[in-house]
């Protein structure tokens, strides 16, 4: 998973009154900006350059920046997020993409989709149909990508918040996944890195070039993502978790 260019966004200090369905609490600002330096340091030691955009107050969520697009070597796709609230952040972030990309595509209603529930492995890619995209955004984004002949395989969620909750692609073959996606057909021609129940907020990982960067706090999943060939980089998330946010989530990440 080769990437040059990666998009963050300082959270604001609205953050803390962003959406979200856990029970963890409020999250602390001050920490939740030290969380996010970290992030932002990590992806500088992966090497790649990363693009940071100031707060944007008036989104509390928009440090999720992972939701409003999704980025190929080819094209861009701008989505059309889920949840109300959030909706308007992908008007935001479309001058920063047209920066790099002059081949952009949009997601439009009825249809919703978030970038969270879109995976890319290789020339296959797969789309989430969850709480936040519905099926008329999975079919577009799936007839705009087989455009460029990628393959497209649209999958119902159950129980995850987001597709990429649970699965995460390292390259060479290699797929993490937890819960739904242990068994689910549609990966069964991967070498599986199987996460537990116990961890399975680990699931959210992101390979950057030579490393894949977890959330601290899972051994299981740092041994079997290492005992694979890869080097880690564990980060505290805590703050990021009070609000339904993992490792992907928080950066767009592309190589053009």
Known sequence: ??????????????????????????????????????????????????????????????TFVEDTAVLTEEFAVITNPGATSRNREKVLMEPDIRNFYQTIHYIKSPGTLDGGDVLQAEDQVYIGISDRTNN??????????????????????????H?????????????????????HPDF???????????????ANCIRINDNVIIPDGYPEARDKIEAAGYPTIALDMSEFKKQDGGLSCLSLRFKV
């Open 188 to 202: 069964a021609s991967y070498d599986k890195l199987i996460i537990s129940d116990e961890e399975e907020y680990a």
């Open 1 to 62: 998973m080769n990437f040059s260019n990666v998009i963050v966004k300082t959270p604001g200090k609205s953050y803390t009154q962003g959406l979200s369905t856990s029970s963890l609490g409020i999250p602390d600002y001050k920490k939740t900006l030290k969380q996010h330096a970290a992030y932002v340091d990590a992806l500088q030691q992966c090497g790649v350059e990363v693009t940071k955009l100031p707060a944007s107050e008036d989104f509390p969520d928009s």
């Open 136 to 161: 008329a955004g999975a079919r577009q984004f799936k007839t705009i990508v087989e455009q460029f002949d990628y393959q497209a395989t649209i999958i119902p969620l159950k129980a995850f918040f």
């Open 163 to 183: 597709l990429k909750t649970g699965v995460a692609y390292l390259g060479d073959n290699q797929m993490v996944v937890a819960g739904e996606f242990i068994d």
